[in-house]
């Protein structure tokens, strides 16, 4: 990987385990629709206390864990070959978070955004074997299907938030592609992917 501050420093502030937690602070506190405002306050805390616990801290925790038990060689998770484990570990604190999300007494789209994050992760893992997809990518186009699907299906208008999340994407692929992590062709595929993914989901459960 090239040495390219402003690349890493990108990567880290959208590194795809955080980008589950970025959503539902968006949902609960900044996107003042029906599906937050019925939720009290502490609860909106809670919530997005518990999505980071699962789908950022939990995750990150077995990292580092593979790391210094010299199960993968770094925590950046350069090699493809490397990514299987993490991913896996990944995935099913995803389908736990939605487990969990369903469990609860809240509007579908927290539980099917979480349980399109969860097919997009299955798949990537699957596709790992034979190809390097970018998890960054899928996160942010993860979250460009979600706002994209509450404007379509749920007649919201939201064009300042879809061009934002793309310009964020834009700078997301940026990085990942100055810093030699991965091809043109890798982003793109990845983050169309996703989109396509969380529309669905979006659709599914509105």
């Not at 990987?1 to 890493?8: S, T």
């Not at 959208?14 to 609860?43: D, G, W």
Request: positive net charge.
């Amino acid at each position: 990987m090239k040495d390219h501050p402003d690349a890493r420093l990108i990567s880290f502030l959208f590194h795809p385990l955080l980008l589950p937690t970025y959503t539902f602070l968006f949902l609960l506190f900044v996107m003042r629709s029906y599906f937050s405002m019925i939720i009290p306050i502490e609860a909106r805390w809670m919530l997005a206390g518990s999505v980071f616990l699962n789908t950022a801290f939990f995750p990150a925790v077995f990292v580092f864990f593979m790391a210094r038990k010299k199960i993968i060689t770094s925590i950046f998770l350069e090699s493809r070959q490397e990514r299987f484990f993490p991913y896996l570990i990944t995935t099913l604190f995803f389908a736990v978070s939605t487990y969990m999300l369903g469990r609860l007494e809240l509007a579908p789209v927290f539980t099917g955004f979480m349980a399109g994050c969860t097919v997009v992760s299955l798949l990537l893992m699957i596709v790992n074997f034979r190809w390097k997809a970018s998890m960054h990518m899928a996160g942010m186009g993860g979250i460009t299907g979600l706002i994209l699907g509450l404007g379509i299906f749920h007649n919201m208008l939201l064009l300042p938030e879809i061009l934002t999340v793309v310009l964020f994407s834009g700078l997301t692929g940026y990085a990942r592609l100055t810093a030699g992590n991965h091809t043109q062709i890798q982003v793109y595929a990845t983050y169309i992917f996703s989109v396509l993914v969380l529309l669905m989901t979006t659709f599914i459960s509105r």
